[in-house]
């Protein structure tokens, strides 16, 4: 049975940590293939406890959901917080992983290929999921949340993933994803709407926002992949890595960074470098 990625985009351009610029995101929630109709359809039993309507247009749940969706008037504070929770918890019920890539837009891609900040972050993320295939040494497919804008701007995207996963990247050539992206309206998969969750508030988060975003995440972390003992630049990556791994420490734990490029571990957080001393005073 083939194992499955869900993966969602997200995007900050107005971050409220000092010293970040706009910031891109993709994340990708891993699910065993035994798994997947177990876990779509506790989302939809949390979904009717908390009285979302079963149209799909307005029935959708997303971390910062629109005025059209049932949830931005009927499920608020401590009640969305909850339901958020839960939902969480049915990844771990799961055996889910997560791993999420956050980059500067105004830094220079991490692969030359990339045409744009959105494709770098998809790169580095298709790049993530071969290797946690490999780990479990499985097939897997993504399944990606339809991108913003027309059919041909759709198009493009799956273009450039199916080149990508053909050609491969700089450091990795796919062997372990059995056939190209595959793209649907989140509406249609509770999945899909999870992985929004889990990619927007882990941004948020990330990105400095403090009053929603740290009890998400909280339940997030344990859901990261890691490797020995490291989040950062596994479950968590935020590029370029040179710039913001002392955040690897402060936000995620780690104490320490390796620098595989040099085959090198770097003990965190670094001096002279942006957040020595607080990720909120680079």
Request: hydrophobic share 35%.
């Amino acid at each position: 049975m083939l194992d499955v990625f869900f993966a969602d985009d997200s995007k900050q351009d107005n971050p409220s940590r000092d010293g970040m610029g706009p910031l891109v995101a993709v994340g990708a929630i891993y699910v065993p293939g035994d798994k997947v109709k177990s876990l779509e359809d506790n989302l939809e039993e949390i979904c009717k406890q908390y009285g979302f309507p079963s149209d799909p247009v307005k029935g959708e749940f997303k971390w910062s959901p629109g005025r059209k969706l049932w949830m931005h008037d009927n499920l608020t504070g401590k009640d969305r917080e909850n339901f958020f929770l839960e939902a969480i918890n049915q990844l771990k019920e799961c055996e889910s992983k997560v791993t999420i890539i956050i980059a500067d837009k105004n830094a220079k891609y991490a692969n030359p290929n990339a045409n744009n900040s959105f494709e770098d972050v998809t790169f580095m993320l298709l790049e993530r999921i071969e290797t946690q295939l490999n780990y479990v040494e499985n097939t897997g497919i993504i399944v990606t949340d339809r991108p913003s804008g027309g059919r041909s701007d759709e198009d493009k995207f799956l273009q450039s993933c199916l080149e990508t996963i053909t050609s491969g990247t700089k450091f990795v050539k796919p062997q372990r994803i059995a056939v190209n992206v595959l793209s649907s309206p989140s509406k249609l998969i509770r999945c899909l709407q999870i992985a929004d969750v889990i990619t927007s508030a882990s941004l948020a988060f990330i990105s400095g926002e403090d009053q929603y975003s740290p009890k998400i995440f909280a339940a997030i972390k344990p859901l990261l992949n890691s490797k020995d003992g490291r989040i950062g630049g596994i479950g968590i990556k935020i590029h370029p890595d040179y710039k913001y791994r002392n955040l690897y420490y402060w936000l995620l734990g780690d104490n320490d960074y390796y620098d595989y490029n040099k085959a090198n571990k770097i003990q965190l957080p670094e001096s002279d470098r942006a957040y020595e001393n607080s990720p909120l005073n680079p």
